[in-house]
């Protein structure tokens, strides 16, 4: 992906904005694709495990939802592979300049990402088919393993801006920062792991397109105690993070803008943990949906809120941007006019042709014919390539001695070209004369 940074130009500011909605929207279903991905396999051959062991088809028939309910929507797992390109370009954009080839650290992601899905449905698909239970343990530790590669990978670009001093020094194909802010980030997606996959487990059983039908009544009683528990127990450890957060980085908690954000993101948990213990205290799983819209909300907030820290972390990053982008519009205009007068090159050759196919009846460079030789009637044109065009497109009477010259009805653009044609050879005329 090393191309991605040599064909991104400079963005211009309304540029930046889209990069920086493209990051947004992108980086939220990625993140959602990958915890559900991860935490539906984990917990998937979790339950697989215990119903083997403790000999309970019960939990061996749980362990088996859990990861057919991540394949359940056809198709679903590309969603895991625009996501990574989309980032790459947007990132490009906004690094442009700064010396970090940033769209490289998306090509691991995206294998990661590939590798960890692929193995993730071949676990699902080894449910089926064999009974081999270590076999199966470690098809899913493998797909958790790499997509847990592919959500580190993700979270090391997503806090590179938080570490200008240092881009210089970042070598290989994920951003290791080794920074305790990677560290904690990376604990934050696991038990946002949590909450993803227990809101997914009440949305799955309960409220799509009605739910698990097989369901009955046992199943959906620890179903809703297990999603709801889960979702609930990652969402009241996440303000931690975001405390965390901000007591590191205090230039992001001093823009106003990222204050709001992150106090409306302890809103929104603060809301989803309300809802998730009304579905555990009243048994009533109707609430799943609305759990899920939250969950997705808190998500686009966390987002919103990194965007907010990575434009106050790098402003000269930003600034720098916007000088880049005005001497890009300049050397755009410049090529332009280097093209125009590359036009001329052709007019002149065009030129060429008009006037050995119109003119030459009448006139030759340096013999009277039925028109005066053009190196008598030039001079005064010289410098005056309008006027001549004039004369082209309209002859007038001049000289008595000759008669008068028709209008050849030439077209504005064939007569500068003619014009041109003829100016310029003169000019070559009159320097050959020189020389002789
Ligand atoms: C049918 C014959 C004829 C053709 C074809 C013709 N010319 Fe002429 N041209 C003349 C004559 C005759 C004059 C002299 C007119 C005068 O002095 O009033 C003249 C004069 C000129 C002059 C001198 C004007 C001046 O200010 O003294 C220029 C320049 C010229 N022609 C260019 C062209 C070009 C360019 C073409 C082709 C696109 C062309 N001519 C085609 C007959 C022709």
């Known amino acids: ?69 991540a394949y359940s929507v056809k198709g679903a797992i590309l969603l895991g592979l625009l996501p990574p390109l989309a980032l790459a370009l947007a990132y490009a954009q906004i690094f442009y300049g700064s010396g970090l080839e940033v769209a490289r650290f998306f090509q691991p992601m995206l294998i990661f990402t590939l590798i960890g899905a692929g193995l993730s449905l071949f676990y699902c698909k080894l449910l089926e088919k064999t009974h081999y239970l270590i076999f199966q343990i470690l098809v899913a530790v493998a797909a958790v393993f790499f997509l847990f590669l592919a959500a580190y990978g993700l979270i090391s670009v997503n806090i590179l801006s938080f570490f200008p001093e240092k881009w210089m020094v970042i070598k290989g194909s994920i951003p290791h920062i080794f920074d305790a802010t990677q560290f904690v980030r990376l604990l934050h997606f696991m038990v946002f792991t949590l909450t993803v996959t227990g809101v997914s487990v009440l949305f799955f059983t309960f409220n799509l397109s009605g739910g698990n039908v097989d369901a009955d009544e046992q199943y959906r009683d620890y179903a809703l105690k297990f999603g709801a528990g889960l979702a609930l127990a990652g969402t009241l450890l996440q303000p931690l993070f975001i405390l965390w957060t901000y007591k590191a980085f205090p230039t992001i908690a001093e823009s106003l803008q990222g204050y709001y954000v992150a106090a409306g993101l302890m809103a929104v948990l603060y809301v989803l943990s309300v809802v998730l213990y009304l579905v555990l205290a009243n048994k009533n799983p109707r609430l799943g949906s609305l759990a899920y819209v939250l969950m997705v909300l808190a998500t686009l907030v966390l987002v919103v809120d990194d965007t907010i820290a990575r434009r106050t972390g790098v402003k000269e990053q930003y600034l720098y941007l916007q000088d880049e982008a005005a001497k890009f519009e300049e050397k755009l205009a410049l090529e332009r006019e280097e093209l125009k007068s590359a036009g001329g090159e052709i007019s002149v050759a065009r030129g060429e042709q008009i006037y050995n196919a119109r003119c030459t009846s009448c006139h030759q460079f340096d013999k009277r014919v039925v028109g005066p030789p053009h190196v008598e009637v030039l001079p005064k044109y010289v410098g005056k390539p309008d006027e001549l065009v004039k004369f082209i497109l309209n002859p007038v009477k001049v000289n008595p001695d000759y008669p008068p010259m028709p209008n050849l009805g030439l077209s504005q653009q064939d007569a500068e070209a003619v014009a041109k044609y003829l100016l310029d050879r003169y000019q070559k005329y009159q320097a050959q004369q020189g020389k002789q």
């Open 1 to 69: 992906m090393e191309i991605i940074d040599k064909i991104i130009f400079p963005p211009r500011h309304d540029h930046i904005l889209v990069s920086d909605a493209i990051i947004i929207a992108i980086t939220v279903i990625y993140f959602i694709y990958l915890s559900f991905l991860t935490g539906a396999t984990l917990f998937s051959a979790g339950f697989i495990y215990r119903g083997r062991t403790e000999e309970n088809p019960f939990y061996t028939r749980f362990g088996k939802d859990l990861i057919r309910m």
